[in-house]
Antibody, heavy 119, light 113 residues
Framework: QIQLQQSGPGLVKPSQTLSLTCAIS??????????WNWIRQSPSRGLEWLGR?????????DYAVSVKSRITINPDTSKNQFSLHLNSVTPEDTALYYC?????????WGQGTTVTVSS | DIVMTQSPDSLAVSLGERATINCKSG????????????LAWYQQKPGQPPKLLIS???TRESGVPDRFSGSGSGTDFTLTISSLQAEDVAVYYC?????????FGQGTKLEIK
């Protein structure tokens, strides 16, 4: 059974970096058939896809234009997990963040992490 | 970006009655190479992540009750719950995975009348 377990702080100060990790069990971050995604949800923006990382003989990333200058999604093959780093956060980045596996489409989701950006 | 628009925003249906939710995409999500619609439906209950119900516009996921069905092609899609049960109260989202950035509809809140 595939599971995604999220971890990371729930409170981040403005201008700092939001960092979350998604640990994978039952699949591999290096899978040639899956992609590994981050999505956030807020009342103002609804469900917003942020980006993904995936392996197809080499590593690829895709990012949403809205966060492209601030986001990095990294795989960690040694720990079978992937991470989200969003820098220069503002209160508008306050949201419920999810990781998700995509095997056309996103079929397994993490439990969600509420992140508040506040001083 | 492919804009996804759902209707209605909210819906109240009596137990045992049919519920219908519509989703329209700003451009076709039908891939000509494989004749598949890259459209998914999710159910989200309070405090839970979205749960995948239907992929490829009409393929029910394993374990999803057969009262849930999806239809449509190109730009117009429908999620139908044939006989509403109390446990179906939730917010429902459509999502296109035809191209990144993946985009979701704004959600339809389904309640019991």
């Amino acid at each position: 059974q595939i599971q995604l377990q999220q971890s990371g702080p729930g409170l981040v100060k403005p201008s700092q970096t939001l960092s979350l990790t998604c640990a994978i069990s039952g699949d591999s971050v290096s899978s040639n058939s899956a992609t590994w995604n981050w999505i956030r949800q807020s009342p103002s923006r609804g469900l917003e896809w942020l980006g993904r990382t995936y392996y197809r003989s080499k590593w690829y990333n895709d990012y949403a234009v809205s966060v492209k200058s601030r986001i990095t999604i990294n795989p960690d093959t040694s720990k079978n997990q992937f991470s989200l780093h969003l820098n220069s956060v503002t209160p508008e980045d306050t949201a419920l963040y999810y990781c998700a596996r995509e095997v056309y489409p996103m079929d397994v989701w993490g439990q969600g992490t509420t992140v508040t950006v506040s001083s | 970006d492919i804009v996804m628009t759902q209707s209605p925003d909210s819906l109240a249906v009596s137990l045992g009655e049919r519920a219908t939710i519509n989703c329209k995409s700003g451009q076709s999500v039908l891939h000509r190479s494989n004749n598949k619609n890259y459209l998914a439906w999710y159910q989200q209950k309070p405090g839970q992540p979205p749960k995948l119900l239907i992929s490829w516009a009409s393929t029910r996921e394993s374990g999803v009750p057969d009262r849930f069905s999806g239809s449509g092609s190109g730009t117009d899609f429908t999620l139908t719950i044939s006989s509403l049960q109390a446990e179906d109260v939730a917010v429902y989202y459509c999502q296109q995975y035809f191209d990144t950035p993946y985009t979701f509809g704004q959600g339809t809140k389904l309640e019991i009348k």
